[in-house]
């Protein structure tokens, strides 16, 4: 097929990750990047070979058809509506929107001018994902009954160089971390109904670690330890727990309990890992993935761990889906289902009740399996 070209705004910390991903595809071509302060802009573009354009040239670019909206959560919205007033297919980091209203006029404007829409995380599409996918759709665990998930740390603060954004509005553990996990369980368990939390706030001050800002203080104005309940329309009901006022913990980041047996499900906010199974009260099973794409470890971690670290195959889908005018994957549907859910945790802890959820979408088509982007070819 002939590659989509890409263009980014936004060049902040996260987008080597996607320029890097894109680096040796035949399905897309950076072309430019942009941002709100042109020296970045410059220094990204001298590094990947692309143009530095102004955000409004950028979008003046027939040539560009997705803009990849990596700005803060807070300007998703904003930005997402201006690619599509340009005409032109966004696909955003998550979350979809700071505020779930926003996020349904990207939705609506996206629809009007018979344009796409599509968001992060696209982890739900690795190879240790897709193959629980698998499992569960195969039967192999039964009905699946109940689960818990956990994404706890102590936050980025130590060390990310401008963490203020994660304590802001439109920040947060449930719709930072929250959306990997959110979105995991809808592609593998469909539609959420419901929802019923606790939220709090741990800490009224966080203090930076990364040098050049150490020591400065950030006020912290959205809750930052959430436990939940989700409740499905398949009957499951799955607990979430998101935090960072954890120094250490032991919790399983996932695991899902069925009639017939249960799965351990690796960590989601990777695209990789070894899942395991046990079929009743029997000895959990490790599962091999390598059927699937996307679950080799390709990252080491500062940690010296090796990960699966496969951001941009969401784009990929997108721009094959594109080009052979079939749904994608990591869409806007999903997208705002997921907010809806997340945006339910907050409106739960305030109001002291159950929040049902308005909005619904089908889980996205597996990926085939295969060794390669290749694979989003085949639908």
């Not at 003046?60 to 930005?79: C, F, K, Q, R």
């Not at 404007?109 to 344009?115: E, G, K, M, V």
């Amino acid at each position: 097929m002939e590659p989509v070209t890409l263009g980014l705004i936004g060049c902040g910390n996260i987008s080597d990750a996607y320029l890097t991903g894109a680096a040796n595809s035949k399905l897309v071509r950076f072309k430019a990047c942009a941002d709100l302060r042109p020296e970045t802009a410059e220094a990204q573009a001298a590094r990947y070979g692309i143009a530095a354009l102004g955000i409004d040239q950028l979008l003046a670019d027939p040539a560009i058809e997705i803009v990849i909206n990596l700005t803060v959560p807070l300007a998703h919205a904003g930005v997402s509506l201006q690619v599509l007033e340009a005409g032109k297919h966004v696909y955003s980091e998550k979350p979809f929107a700071a505020l779930l209203k926003d996020a349904r006029a990207v939705a609506e404007a996206a629809s009007s001018r018979n344009l796409r829409v599509g968001s992060a995380p696209d982890t739900f599409m690795g190879g240790a994902h897709q193959t629980c996918r698998r499992l569960i759709d195969g039967g192999r665990i039964g009905h699946v009954l109940a689960g818990s998930a956990a994404v706890i740390s102590r936050g980025m603060e130590s060390w990310h160089p401008n963490p203020d954004f994660f304590f802001k509005p439109g920040g947060g553990p449930i719709l930072d971390v929250g959306p990997y996990y959110v979105t995991e369980l809808i592609n593998l368990l469909g539609p959420v109904t419901r929802v019923t939390s606790v939220a709090t706030q741990g800490y009224p001050k966080r203090t930076i670690g990364s040098a050049g800002r150490r020591g400065e203080e950030i006020a912290v104005e959205v809750p930052t330890t959430v436990n939940g309940v989700l409740q499905f329309a398949s009957g499951a009901n799955v607990s979430l727990t998101a935090s960072w006022d954890v120094w250490k913990n032991r919790r399983i980041p996932f695991e899902l309990y069925g009639s017939e047996g249960s799965l351990l499900i690796p960590d989601p906010n990777f695209f990789g890992g070894t899942p395991e199974v046990t079929d009743r009260d029997g000895e959990w099973q490790p599962v091999d993935i390598s059927a699937q794409p996307f679950g080799t470890p390709n990252r080491s971690l500062d940690d010296g761990k090796s990960v699966a670290d496969y951001r941009m195959i969401g784009v990929f889908d997108m721009a094959a889906a594109i080009r052979a005018g079939r749904p994608h994957r990591a869409n806007g549907d999903l997208a705002l289902h997921a907010l809806e859910v997340m945006e339910a945790f907050g409106r739960s802890s305030a109001e002291g009740r159950h929040i049902a959820i308005e909005s619904t979408c089908a889980r996205p088509e597996p990926v085939p399996e295969g060794t390669g982007e290749e694979v989003f070819l085949q639908g």
